[in-house]
């Protein structure tokens, strides 16, 4: 014998099955079934309250996301693909040093947050040509000289309106080419920092 879980009327109806049909037309049996009806009458009071309190949602300010969520959602997503993205750090007989894309981002991520008044948003490294000190005495504004794979990086970032944006953005540049070489051993490469956005503070 078959369990039966759902919760059934007097006269053997599901109520599951009511609250499906709830904007549909009286079928022939809940037409003449008294039971049905009024359960069908309580559901729709129900459904009826649950439309009401969605659309006072969709309009309460309150409940309205900060316009920084789905940025903050797409970078969570971005970072997720980017999961099996690998850099190589070195390479000898004993094997090879990576490290994950996600990882770097991190530590960028992390000397961004030291910094008052920028917020790291998107986040993209590539692998140029190698440098070392011996070759670069005097790097140009936004790179370093450190032995290791030559980065290239590029960070989209937020800033609060009442910074002064320039002087702010070589602090950060200065953060991250002191984070990567402490972090993870390699230069922090050539550093692209690109202001998108004001957030309030």
Known sequence: MALDDEPRLGCGRSIDRIWTTIDQPLNAHEQTCRQCQAARAQLKRLNEATQALREADL????????????????????????RSKRILLASNGNGTT?????ALSSVIR??????????????HIEISSATSDSSVDDPP??????????????????VAPDINIP???????????TA??????????????????????
Request: hydrophobic letters at 45%; a neutral charge.
């Open 167 to 177: 002087r702010t953005v070589q602090l950060l540049r200065q953060r991250i080419i």
């Open 180 to 201: 990567i070489p402490a972090g993870i051993g390699i230069s922090a490469g050539t550093i692209n920092i690109t202001v998108e956005d004001l957030y309030d503070v």
């Open 59 to 82: 309009h309460d300010e309150a409940l309205t996301p900060r316009s920084g969520v789905k940025t903050a959602i797409m970078d969570v997503a971005r970072a997720e693909i980017r």
């Open 98 to 102: 990576e490290i994950s894309e996600q």
């Open 141 to 158: 504004s936004g790179q370093s000289g450190v032995i290791g794979p030559h980065l290239v990086i590029g960070l989209r970032s937020a």
């Open 110 to 123: 992390a000397a961004a947050a030291e910094v008052p008044g920028i917020h790291a948003r998107r986040c």
